[in-house]
């Protein structure tokens, strides 16, 4: 089984990416299986199940998407062959850009939009700097200047990732990243994540809503970049 997880900000075009994917390793000869993880609310699974493909919707609700994928990639892998699929294509939300589902051992795809600012690439953490590979979307609406600047701050997060120039809607850039899937390594028994959660669980992700600094406990960080640790 290869697995491949797609991560990214929000809107950024990771589910007509993904769909222009499975398209193409179909051509070449592989069997993928989909999983479409979102948060509150989605109706992609009307866009997926188009493709004729085994497709799996899940909401992480109140939980960060990125943990919900990555508790449960073992049932996403072992539906996938069930299924008699031998590639797994996992999106997930990415709302969190201090997580990253990205296991030891996946295709790591991160997609990004060219137009949410030059400087992006620097603010996402890593759900690019550990990435494989970078999807840039929508460069057809700025400037050849303005998609070699991000190129640039692209690299300078990751400087080992391959960046490729995407368009979910043409499927730009579908074919080149199914090269690569096809090449890729299936996945161990055994993973492990390729970049570590945040430092800890704190009263505000249990459901604390009292604002003042006495009711909050877990490992914090005051404005000045102190960082402590409050518990028992």
Same mark, same amino acid.
């Given at each position: 089984?290869?697995?491949?997880v797609?991560?990214?900000?929000?809107g950024?075009?990771?589910t007509?990416v993904?769909?222009?994917?499975?398209?193409?390793v179909?051509?070449?000869g592989?069997?993928?299986?989909?999983?479409?993880i979102d948060?509150l609310?989605?109706?992609? *699974?009307?866009?997926?199940?188009?493709?004729?493909?085994?497709?799996?919707i899940?909401?992480?609700?109140?939980?960060?998407?990125?943990h919900f994928?990555i508790?449960?990639?073992?049932?996403?892998?072992?539906?996938a062959?069930?299924?008699?699929?031998?590639?797994?294509?996992n999106?997930t939300a990415?709302?969190?850009?201090r997580?990253a589902p990205?296991t030891?051992?996946?295709?790591?795809?991160?997609?990004?939009?060219?137009?949410?600012?030059?400087?992006?690439?620097?603010?996402?953490?890593?759900?690019?700097?550990?990435?494989?590979?970078v999807m840039m979307?929508?460069?057809d609406?700025?400037?050849?200047a303005?998609?070699?600047?991000?190129?640039e701050?692209?690299?300078?997060?990751?400087?080992?990732?391959?960046?490729?120039?995407?368009?979910?809607?043409t499927?730009?850039g579908?074919?080149?990243?199914a090269?690569?899937?096809v090449?890729?390594?299936?996945?161990?028994?055994?993973?492990k994540l390729?970049?570590?959660?945040?430092?800890?669980?704190?009263?505000?992700?249990?459901g604390?809503?009292?604002?003042?600094?006495?009711h909050?406990?877990g490992i914090?960080?005051?404005? *000045?970049g102190?960082?402590?640790?409050?518990?028992?």
């Open positions: 089984m290869r697995f491949v797609f991560a990214g900000t929000p950024s075009g990771k007509s993904l769909i222009s994917l499975a398209k193409a179909q051509e070449r592989l069997r993928p299986s989909i999983v479409k948060c609310w989605t109706e992609d *699974d009307r866009r997926l199940l188009r493709l004729g493909l085994p497709v799996r899940a909401l992480s609700k109140d939980m960060c998407p990125d994928a508790y449960n990639i073992e049932a996403m892998i072992d539906w062959g069930e299924e008699r699929s031998d590639l797994l294509l999106e990415g709302l969190c850009l997580c990205y030891d051992s996946c295709l790591a795809v991160c997609v990004i939009d060219v137009t949410s600012g030059p400087n992006n690439p620097l603010k996402v953490g890593p759900l690019l700097t550990s990435a494989d590979v979307t929508k460069g609406m700025v400037s050849q303005e998609r070699e600047v991000f190129r701050r692209v690299l300078e997060a990751n400087p080992g990732c391959q960046v490729i120039d995407a368009n979910g809607l499927g730009k579908s074919a080149e990243l090269e690569i899937v090449r890729w390594d299936d996945v161990p028994e055994r993973m390729r970049n570590n959660p945040p430092f800890s669980i704190c009263t505000l992700c249990a604390e809503t009292r604002v003042e600094k006495e909050h406990r914090l960080r005051r404005m *000045d102190f960082t402590e640790y409050q518990g028992e």
